[in-house]
């Protein structure tokens, strides 16, 4: 039995990933139910879907993230945003491991 192309979802990753592409045979699920499930955790509206219960956890990680400085203390390079959850971050100009405040 040969593969449908409905059933095969195909990632492709940034380049300063270790992997280029990865490649899944979703058996008998449609790829474009999972492509726009994908699109929705990529924008940040899968909240949208989340219980009430993780509300709260969930603000509790976007704080924490948000008090994480925008340049780095050491040598004063920007420092990229985070996603929600991230308390701390290595800096790519000069290694420092920056934490929120």
């Given at each position: 039995?040969?593969?449908?192309?409905?059933?095969?979802?195909?990632?492709v990753?940034?380049?300063?990933?270790?992997?280029?592409?990865?490649?899944?045979?979703?058996?008998?699920?449609?790829s474009?139910?999972?492509?726009?499930?994908?699109?929705?955790?990529?924008?940040?509206?899968?909240?949208?879907?989340?219980?009430?219960a993780?509300?709260?956890?969930?603000?509790?990680?976007?704080?924490?993230?948000?008090s994480?400085?925008?340049?780095?203390?050491?040598?004063f390079?920007?420092?990229?945003?985070?996603?929600?959850?991230?308390?701390?971050?290595?800096?790519?100009?000069?290694?420092?491991?920056?934490?929120?405040?």
């Open positions: 039995m040969g593969l449908r192309s409905d059933d095969i979802l195909e990632l990753f940034s380049a300063n990933t270790n992997f280029s592409r990865a490649r899944f045979h979703i058996k008998g699920q449609d474009s139910e999972w492509a726009a499930m994908l699109k929705h955790v990529r924008s940040g509206e899968i909240d949208r879907y989340r219980h009430t993780y509300l709260e956890a969930m603000e509790s990680a976007a704080s924490a993230t948000a994480l400085p925008t340049q780095c203390p050491s040598c390079a920007e420092l990229a945003a985070q996603p929600r959850g991230v308390t701390s971050v290595t800096c790519e100009f000069c290694g420092a491991v920056v934490t929120a405040a």
